[in-house]
């Protein structure tokens, strides 16, 4: 089965909250092996609403949408069902009297303005709400291309909304698929050190669509994640027909490759030193700060991360005692400050990265910079390019020095 989520309401148009129950119900929806093929944003306008609904009806067999339950006059879901589905709005005496008697529970009257929130589409069957005023409604209609579309419709306010999936909803749509049930189980294995599309060049047969396991492939910030989905009868099964994909994948990228799920280069580093009891100091020029900001923030980072420091430039950041000559200062004052910080703060490791460069417009090329790491076996430096996208070139600096002090980590 697929399906489509609407999320419904000006507030989320306009960008003023952000459509937190669109996610929770997507991962809601794996679970039962439905696939969610449609994520549909509207505001509270009637004939829009109508226009969702009708197009959702005829993509998709399971229709779920939030919100625009209320008594207000911007509360539309109702109208809009009826209208879409040329279903008339009936009374529910029974909803209505159960309004009546919430609002006395609470020492108030019931506004004559929630008897609209009673009105059901004709067919429909309500779905309780035994926390709020706005019961669910739930209609089964038939698609212009064949077959039924199965409409939920539930309150935008997520505690009443997840208590009323968990108690009605996910039942009749777990009910629904029967022996057809599948469980859609996802996998990340997060990657970092080449570009997307070199990385793609390495994965010829897994990215392809209509494979199964579904490979996917997103990047953020530098950092590349390949997800992995797989459906079967249960969640164990879709693991197991996974491994074959994640074997390749590991055998393809190999150190590539650094960690899974949420992962980031700042956990996996902490976590190898605290495997190994050792500890880390930082000295930062271009990134102002990041790389310790990312640690400091890692659950037990206390425990190997003794600090870092923030300079313009690395001679600035210590007492460098060593004079410096040489036709490369950048990459002598970083591998100096290193050695300074490990010493200064009593530091198993240390890790420096210079400031950067303005870009060489004469050359056209990306200016470098320079990431040195001092540490019990001696110094490991790099030069690295100042180049990519502007909003992540800072991002992206802070993990290459991680990945770098990652890698050398990794070694016997």
């Known amino acids: 089965m697929n399906a489509e989520i609407i999320a419904i309401g000006d507030e989320l148009t306009s960008g003023q909250r952000l459509d937190t129950n669109t996610q929770w119900l997507s991962q ?17 306008d009637l004939s829009a609403n109508v226009h969702v609904f009708r197009a959702a009806i005829q993509r998709a067999e399971i229709v779920i949408a939030t919100g625009g339950l209320g008594p207000t006059a911007d509360d539309l879901t109702r109208d809009a069902i009826a209208t879409a589905t040329d279903r008339p709005l009936h009374l529910d005496e029974d909803v209505l009297a159960w309004i009546h008697d919430l609002f006395r529970s609470r020492g108030r009257e019931a506004p004559e303005r929630n008897r609209v929130q009673a009105m059901f589409p004709e067919g429909s069957r309500v779905i309780p709400n ?3 005023t706005a019961p669910g409604i739930e209609l089964t209609v038939a698609r212009p ?12 306010v997520p505690a009443e909304m997840r208590e009323m999936w968990e108690a009605s909803v996910a039942p009749a749509i777990a009910e629904a698929a029967g022996g057809e049930r599948q469980v859609i189980v996802h996998r990340r294995i997060k990657c970092f050190g080449v570009g997307e599309s070199a ?6 047969d897994l990215i392809r669509r209509g494979r199964e396991p579904a490979v996917g492939i997103t990047v953020h910030m530098a950092t590349i994640t390949l997800r992995i989905t797989a459906r079967a009868p249960t ?8 491994q074959p994909t994640i074997a390749t994948i590991h055998e393809q990228l190999g150190q590539l490759v650094f960690g899974e799920e949420e992962d980031e280069l700042e956990h996996v580093v902490i976590r190898m030193l605290r495997e190994r009891a050792q500890t880390l100091a930082t000295l930062e ?23 870092g420091r923030v300079a313009p430039r690395p001679a600035m950041g210590v007492d460098l005692k060593t004079d410096i000559q040489t036709a ?6 970083t591998i100096l400050a290193a050695r300074e910080t490990r010493a200064a703060m009593g530091a198993d490791y240390a890790l420096t990265i210079s400031q950067f460069p303005a870009a060489d417009t004469d050359r056209g090329e990306p200016p470098p910079f320079y990431i040195a790491l001092e540490g019990p076996l ?28 990652r890698l050398h980590l990794l070694e016997p």
């Open 28 to 44: 809601q929806l794996g679970t039962l092996g439905v696939r969610v093929k449609y994520h549909t944003t509207v505001a509270d």
């Open 285 to 307: 020029c271009g990134t102002g700060g990041i790389i310790a900001n990312w640690l400091n923030n890692v659950d037990g980072a206390h425990r190997c991360f003794v600090g």
């Open 328 to 333: 490369s200062p950048d990459r002598e004052e």
């Open 145 to 156: 291309t064949g077959g039924t579309a199965r409409i939920f419709a539930l309150p935008g």
């Open 199 to 204: 990385l793609e060049e390495m994965l010829p």
């Open 130 to 132: 035994p926390h709020g």
């Open 378 to 405: 001696g110094t490991v430096s790099a030069m690295r390019t100042y180049a990519g996208h502007p909003d992540i070139l800072r991002e992206r600096a802070a993990k290459q020095a991680l990945d770098l002090l």
């Open 235 to 242: 969640a164990d099964a879709a693991a197991e027909a996974m």
